[in-house]
């Protein structure tokens, strides 16, 4: 099952089963396009009544770092022994559609496509054969990351928790819908940027949500990105972003350079 987040055309927020090109909810059903070709230049996020909003509203993104040995390698570091984990706030989120207005006067500033978990209850101290439990689903992820500014701290606030630092989208997709070697992909101006799989990561996600909780909350609706596979990349003024995970979708919205 896939699920759509949405502003209906009286205002309210639903949410709703999305198939074929609809989203039903309640006796309504509205038209939508979010199976265009990736990085083909439609618009995907375009409604006929309703406006896409991003899947869930995390009170948090817990982000994992160097969970692809080649993207490790491609950034000159080495893979942890232990999970490298940093913080995106709310204020980070985008949508599917959006435009990304990233910080002025950087010189590079990277997609980086990710395969995203969403959290479906309260959890903590969860156990690596029990963490598949507290997954609602799926969605796609782009960390978009200010390097400038990333290379020069340690806790990465400037360089991956600015706004619109994370958008996601557009669905949210159970778990039974997203293969285990599901490809996570990038394509800017249709051009193919980033193609890796789920099997590459390092660290599983029941041994990612394991070892989160062992250390904090993690609330309904948070979001685990579990990290970007090798072919991260810079982004200019203009770039159409189509961040793809098979099984959800793909994930598109535009790069603003000030």
Not at 13 to 39: C, K, M, P, T, W
Not at 150 to 165: I, L, M, S, Y
Not at 187 to 213: M, Y
């Amino acid at each position: 099952m896939k699920y759509v987040r949405f502003r209906d055309p009286g205002g309210a927020v639903r949410r709703g089963e999305y198939e074929s090109g609809h989203v039903h909810f309640a006796n309504e059903s509205y038209s939508i396009d979010l199976e265009s070709e990736a990085g083909e230049g439609a618009d995907a996020g375009s409604v006929s009544a309703i406006e896409v909003l991003p899947p869930c509203e995390p009170s948090k993104i817990v982000c994992i770092g160097r969970n692809y040995a080649e993207h490790a390698d491609e950034m000159g570091n080495d893979v942890p022994d232990r999970p490298l984990l940093f913080l995106k706030p709310p204020n980070a989120i985008a949508g599917q559609g959006d435009t990304v207005t990233v910080p002025a006067g950087k010189d590079r500033i990277d997609h980086e496509a990710e395969l995203a978990v969403v959290v479906g209850e309260q959890c903590r101290h969860v156990s690596e054969a029990d963490a598949m439990d507290v997954v609602e689903g799926f969605t796609c992820m782009n960390d978009v990351s200010n390097r400038d500014d990333q290379r020069q701290e340690q806790n990465w606030v400037r360089g991956k928790a600015f706004d619109g630092a994370a958008p996601l989208g557009p669905v949210l997709a159970t778990p039974d819908e997203v293969p285990d070697d599901a490809a996570v992909r990038t394509r800017v101006n249709g051009e193919l940027r980033q193609n890796g799989s789920r099997d590459q990561l390092i660290f599983s996600i029941p041994e990612l949500l394991a070892e989160i909780t062992t250390y904090l909350t993690l609330e309904p609706g948070d979001v685990v990105a579990t990290g970007t596979p090798d072919g991260v990349g810079p982004l200019e003024d203009g770039d159409e972003v189509a961040i793809e995970v098979e099984g959800v979708g793909t994930l598109e919205h535009t790069v603003r350079v000030p």
